[in-house]
């Protein structure tokens, strides 16, 4: 939680600013992400509502239509704190909202991201092409196929990847959402592929085609 | 969201309806994102501030500030509706918003391999 004696008068704020990064964590409705927030996250995953209409960006005339802003969109978030030894970090996990109705959030949610995690059902994987198209071109992301407690394998990661075509370089590997360890390695594994794009290592194929396959789906 | 749960509810909400929390303004006057951080000045306006929302913002904003998503889910308000709260506060002199930091590039190697290396650091991970 924050800390809010630290300063008790009002000083100044601290001389090394705390630098943020971010996070998205996507995927169907429920398939997990509020789990693997919540596994990783140092405080208790907070909900957030964005108003309907204010579609992710600051640049949206409102004026006029706020009758309509009774729709809201909920969207889970947490945070994990980094020290390194130059400074401190906050790295924020953003948890989409599931359906597809709500993508138009996901730019504003996406924004300054260093990558995204796509979670992946395998009893609902078709759920997963629109998170993959919608990183495809705009981030490096990793594939997680979330394993539910009792389920029995029903793809393998690599059957997962031929499934929803994802790319080669595109790391695709199994998870367990509710826990800590999986969930952080899930998050390493994004940085490392993050890194791997960053340092031109790898490099993003270019969606070719986006046939669905949803015959098993 | 819409199709889950029951279709009422017997929460009655804010009792302060978003909108009238902001007089009615739509736009917030400073751009901000969801995750852009918030300090609280040091300035005498930050101890004379008046409503409950606002002294909240304060007290979340010190040290090392907080983002715009945390105060709105702490204050339990809509995004936008806070970040027009916080523009008023800004305007005010009570709060800045963080600038961006150099080295905070989400492309830049060395930012993500610091991540990277904090990631790996915390406490239960080491050593795997």
């Known amino acids: 939680m924050p800390v809010y004696d630290d300063s008790p008068t009002g000083q100044a704020p601290e001389p090394a600013p705390t630098v943020d990064a971010k996070i998205v964590i996507a995927g169907g409705f429920g398939v997990g992400k509020t789990t693997l927030v919540k596994s990783v996250s140092e405080i208790t995953p907070l909900t957030t509502e964005e108003t309907l209409t204010s579609a992710g960006t600051e640049v949206d005339d409102l004026a006029g239509i706020e009758a309509k802003t009774a729709t809201t969109v909920a969207m889970d978030f947490g945070r994990i704190t980094l020290t390194t030894p130059r400074r401190q970090m906050v790295l924020y996990l953003y948890g989409t909202p599931g359906q597809e109705r709500f993508l138009f959030t996901w730019d504003d949610l996406s924004y300054g991201a260093i990558g995204a995690v796509v979670l992946v059902d395998t009893r609902r994987l078709a759920d997963a092409f629109v998170p993959v198209e919608f990183f495809e071109h705009r981030m490096p992301f990793v594939v997680a196929v979330n394993e539910f407690e009792g389920a029995l394998y029903r793809y393998h990661p690599e059957e997962v990847r031929t499934a929803l075509e994802i790319p080669p370089d595109v790391p695709v590997r199994a998870c367990d959402a509710r826990d800590r360890h999986s969930a952080a390695g899930v998050l390493e594994h994004l940085l490392m592929h993050a890194l791997a794009v960053a340092e031109g290592r790898t490099h993003r194929r270019s969606l070719t085609a986006t046939t669905a396959l949803g015959a098993r789906t | ?128």
């Open chain 2, 1 to 128: 969201m819409a199709g889950e749960g029951p279709a009422w509810s017997t929460d009655p909400g804010p009792v302060v309806r978003p909108y009238a929390l902001t007089r009615g303004r739509t736009r917030p006057a400073h751009a901000m994102r969801m995750h852009s951080r918030l300090l609280t000045l040091p300035s005498p306006a930050a101890r004379q501030v008046v409503t409950p929302e606002a002294r909240r913002v304060v007290q979340l904003c010190r040290g090392h500030g907080c983002a715009v998503a945390e105060i709105a889910a702490t204050l339990g308000r809509p995004v936008h509706v806070t970040k027009i709260l916080l523009s008023d506060l800004i305007d005010s002199n009570v709060l800045m918003i963080q600038p961006a930091e150099d080295g905070a590039d989400p492309t830049d190697p060395n930012f993500l391999g610091e991540i990277l290396a904090g990631l790996r650091r915390l406490p239960d991970r080491a050593g795997t």
